[in-house]
């Protein structure tokens, strides 16, 4: 008997309550060739892009793997992600070369290679924007139509407020003063990734029995293909019901974001569990291909993050400005950072897909604005690259700048990576037209 070819875009679907519901399907055996290395059709399995980005900074003793090439090992701040080391390469020694104002200049030149777009001053500083798309657009832009979602925007820590322009607010630019924004809230992503149509009582009530609306669908389907293929179909919807059961629980993962200028000082903000329910539902979103482009906005540039799982009291931006040396705090709250980062990567790993998971098909680029937050240096950058970009990124290795290059490598280097062809990426002192070719296959 020949076998059962399904398109990768399989939807299970229903009706509930005359309203229709659909759900996608990730990866199955039914749609891949016989090695399980490719679609069906001949296709590969997709790539992704992803950035996954942090406010102010690390502690360059701790941070700085010794070692090069494969045969690196971690810091401190690094050894939270060593279930994941074979996908990371840390990146050292390279400098943003667009620098004139930390913060700003940090930002706008890792995201974009180019130096800020000025909006105005205020207080003792500047107001700026992206003088231009951020990485993960131009990625997005080249990839538009491949997904339902041309690229999805996730939070976590609270934004906390502050007069310095979009750059110290949002992640995701498509220009100047033109951004994507996060969504923090967890339920909100859900019903985006797995509700549709107006926002009626009848179809909230519908959205809250999706699983059941398409269960019918479902069985059908699972009599068609092999006990591999239905069991992953089981678990598929255990996991979706699980994510959604959680939310509709958990208050603290539902709460609304701070306004703009608000400082809530109730309570202490739930980020590991914020931060786990957003990685499960970007797995889900990913492995089901409703969206090949992503960013997570862990927290925001000049973090006012209160990480009080590392014993601050304060914001991650002031305690870095007050704290004396060597700054225990920051060193930990660092660490906190990462084992979140590791929370993400660890869920991507364990979701497969054919013969592997979709750390396999990614490259993210995860990296700050900063080195250290207390001399707000841009030389010495924090970069990881994660992944494997289906076989084209070399991972698990250190690369080690001895010469100060230019920032703007790594990013060519995952623009490479996922198959953009433009010769250079960034513009002035940012511009350069080398990747990293030893990360590179």
Known sequence: MSKLFLPRRTLLKGIVSGVAASIALPVLEAMLNSHGDALAEGKPIPKRFGLWFWG???????WTPSGTG??????EELAPLNAVKEYVSPITGLEVKTATHPHHSGFSGILTGKKYFQVGTTRDTIVSTCDGPSIDQTVAEAWKGKAPFRSLELGVCRFRGTDEGTAFQHLSHNGRNNVNPSEYVP???FERLFGAGPTTPQISAARKSVLDAVMEDAKALQLKVSSVDKTRIEQHLESIRSIEARLSTTPAL????????????????????VNKAQAEL????LACDLTRVFSVLFSTCGAGTVF???????????????????????HRATVFTMQQLAVFLETLKATKEGTGNLLDSSAILCTTELSEGNVHSNDEYPILLVGKAGGKLRSGHHYRSTSKENASKALLTALRAVDMTMPSYGEGAGLTSEPISSLLI
């Not at 102010?56 to 701790?62: D, L, M």
């Not at 494969?70 to 810091?75: D, K, L, Y």
């Not at 200028?261 to 980020?271: H, L, N, T, V």
């Not at 009080?308 to 920051?330: F, K, L, R």
């Open 56 to 62: 102010n900074g690390i502690r360059r003793a701790h």
């Open 70 to 75: 494969a045969a690196w090992t971690p810091g």
């Open 187 to 189: 339920a909100k992503v």
């Open 254 to 273: 539902c709460t609304t974001p701070a306004k703009p200028g608000d400082y809530p000082d109730s309570g202490k903000e739930p980020i590991a569990e």
């Open 282 to 285: 970007l797995a889900m979103a």
């Open 308 to 330: 009080w799982q590392a014993g601050a009291t304060n914001s991650m931006h002031q305690t870095c400005h007050d704290e004396p040396n060597p700054q225990p705090i920051v």
